[in-house]
């Protein structure tokens, strides 16, 4: 299994460390375009290599074009939130939108049959730039998966359970429009109003929605960028492409929604494996599906604004 990390930024570089220390790949290309970074990243991936005893062959590069034969190509390629600053993960569309462009017709010819897993926010929006200048058919956004992560994280917490025992999705836009799929929370195998009655407790349904959606930029601006939860949620989605687990989750793939004239990205809890299952979009209740759409709409609006822009700056 070869693994391609395209960006060792201050995700790409924790990201392919999770996957390396879990024994998802035989191979492992590490690819930046800063001169150097790649190099220098490969060399410490060697060295731990030595203290784990994995015989993992380590690959730098410093051209997208340059990596070749790889299964699964992850790109964090791209520009982050600068700590301190109100923007949001939209705000970063274009300028990142033409980096995941390159990337995708850089990478294609020289591999035919790699999945893609688009990880540059703001994600969804990028993972259809992707899909559509790649061309390929398995192409997914990490989605909301991370946010799944941090809403069970608190959730458990806020209960006083053990984080084993809580279950529950996050779906719609990795961002302003993530929405919690309270119908998929069960705690305890029982769902969660049930739980809740069960043992005398209450719930501020909306002071957890607040915590998923804004505990991100308390990181970025306490810490300088989110790493560790984002390599963990990343490592377990190549865990289930490469291991074929399917395992559900909150992924984005494309979905057909009435009135957008092509499917978006938006995240439904999915079983995913060597294929993209089909996302439990049905099983929603219907106020989860009308958040769901209005996330659809502005996840195209945002691809669609990108797609103008970098068509304009091409002609220039």
Known sequence: MHIAQMGT???GRPTAYAIMCAELADTITVCDTKPGLANAFAEELQHVT??????????AS?????VCEADIILISAGKPRTPGVQMTRRDLAFQNGQIIKHVAEATVP??????????????DA??????????TKFVISTGTNLESLRFRSRLARILKVPVSTVEGYVGGEHGQNATILWSTVKVN???????LTLNGKALNEEELSSYVKSVSKFIVDNIGGTEFGPAAAFRDIVRAMVRNTNEILAVASPIEFTGLPEPVFVSVPLQLGTTIGCPTYDALSSKEKQELTNAAKAIYQTYKTTIEAIERSSKK
């Open 189 to 195: 195998c029982m769902p969660l109003g049930e739980y």
């Open 62 to 66: 410093e051209k997208d074009e340059d």
């Open 9 to 11: 930024g201050r995700v």
């Open 110 to 123: 020289n591999n035919p049959d790699a999945k893609y897993v688009v990880i540059t926010n703001p994600v």
């Open 126 to 135: 990028m993972a259809m730039v992707c899909k559509k200048y790649t061309k």
């Open 50 to 59: 030595a203290s784990l005893s994995l015989d993992i062959e380590i690959i």
